[in-house]
């Protein structure tokens, strides 16, 4: 499929830096609340979860808000791969969508650190990479794609902010693992040693099992709704094209 549409998108450079900046207010809020919660609530577990997954989900849909307009509101590898696959965009933006979500998300992670006085770097101990984790990281990431791509094949996008939000705060609870479902924060929480984080040697195995589950999505989306054009694919999550010039 080609990227090809009667609109086009803002400059790549406005959507690097709208990726870089949700990527970074998302690790924020998901280690900010997970130090928050383990503060608050000492030795409860349960509630500690509740307290992040919460968070998560509200501060994930007024991210999307704010920077899809610009850059469509990824904030996440998979679903930018997911959407090149989809041609929806370009595979080289794509591509250069990755670093600036990565980078985001250290950021976003070194400034949930400062913000609670801790060190601004720790390298999280928390090992996850479990069988159990890892598959569940497979079912977290495909049904988030499914959840993003079923609704913009069905003309529902106003609904993804929301939808996303609440599908994350859910996988909090339904996994595991947590729902990480995104490489790039998997990445960022590597950097805090706290109750959202994970050791390095954990990190391979969630990307992997994220990719997985990625794949597995594109093609159960493709299987269920086999008529997904690229312009549908190009309003992902949130539209942000601007009328071509003429």
């Given at each position: 499929m080609?990227?090809?549409?009667a609109?086009?998108p803002p400059?790549l450079?406005?959507?690097?830096?709208?990726?870089?900046?949700?990527?970074?207010?998302?690790?924020?809020?998901?280690?900010?609340?997970?130090?928050?919660?383990?503060?608050?609530?000492?030795g409860?577990?349960?509630?500690?979860?509740?307290?992040?997954?919460?968070?998560?989900a509200?501060?994930?849909?007024?991210?999307?808000?704010?920077?899809?307009?610009?850059?469509?509101?990824?904030?996440?590898?998979?679903?930018s791969?997911?959407?090149a696959?989809?041609?929806?965009?370009g595979?080289?933006?794509?591509l250069?969508?990755?670093p600036?979500?990565?980078?985001g998300?250290?950021?976003g992670?070194?400034?949930a650190n400062?913000?609670f006085?801790l060190a601004?770097?720790s390298?999280s101990?928390?090992h996850?990479?479990?069988?159990?984790?890892l598959f569940?990281?497979v079912?977290?990431?495909s049904g988030?794609v499914?959840?993003i791509?079923?609704?913009?094949?069905?003309?529902?996008l106003?609904?993804?902010p929301a939808?996303?939000g609440a599908?994350?705060g859910?996988?909090?609870?339904?996994?595991s693992?947590?729902g990480?479902?995104?490489?790039?924060i998997?990445v960022?929480?590597?950097?805090?040693?706290t109750f959202?984080?994970?050791?390095?040697a954990?990190v391979?195995g969630?990307?992997?099992?994220q990719l997985?589950g990625?794949?597995c999505a594109?093609?159960?989306?493709r299987?269920?709704?086999?008529?997904m054009?690229p312009?549908?694919a190009a309003?992902?999550?949130?539209p942000h094209?601007?009328k071509?010039?003429?």
């Amino acid at each position: 499929m080609q990227y090809d549409h009667a609109v086009n998108p803002p400059p790549l450079p406005r959507r690097l830096l709208a990726e870089l900046l949700g990527s970074a207010f998302l690790a924020a809020l998901v280690i900010g609340s997970g130090i928050a919660a383990q503060t608050l609530s000492p030795g409860d577990t349960g509630l500690q979860l509740f307290e992040n997954a919460t968070a998560t989900a509200a501060g994930l849909f007024a991210i999307i808000l704010m920077f899809g307009p610009v850059s469509g509101g990824h904030f996440n590898p998979v679903v930018s791969l997911a959407d090149a696959r989809f041609g929806g965009m370009g595979w080289r933006d794509a591509l250069a969508y990755i670093p600036a979500q990565v980078t985001g998300c250290v950021l976003g992670a070194v400034a949930a650190n400062a913000m609670f006085s801790l060190a601004a770097i720790s390298i999280s101990t928390h090992h996850r990479a479990s069988p159990a984790h890892l598959f569940s990281e497979v079912i977290a990431t495909s049904g988030l794609v499914l959840v993003i791509f079923s609704l913009a094949r069905t003309r529902r996008l106003s609904f993804a902010p929301a939808a996303v939000g609440a599908y994350i705060g859910a996988a909090y609870f339904f996994t595991s693992s947590a729902g990480f479902a995104n490489p790039a924060i998997t990445v960022g929480r590597i950097f805090s040693n706290t109750f959202a984080g994970i050791a390095p040697a954990s990190v391979p195995g969630f990307v992997i099992a994220q990719l997985v589950g990625g794949a597995c999505a594109v093609g159960l989306v493709r299987v269920l709704y086999p008529q997904m054009p690229p312009a549908a694919a190009a309003e992902v999550l949130v539209p942000h094209a601007q009328k071509a010039a003429g």
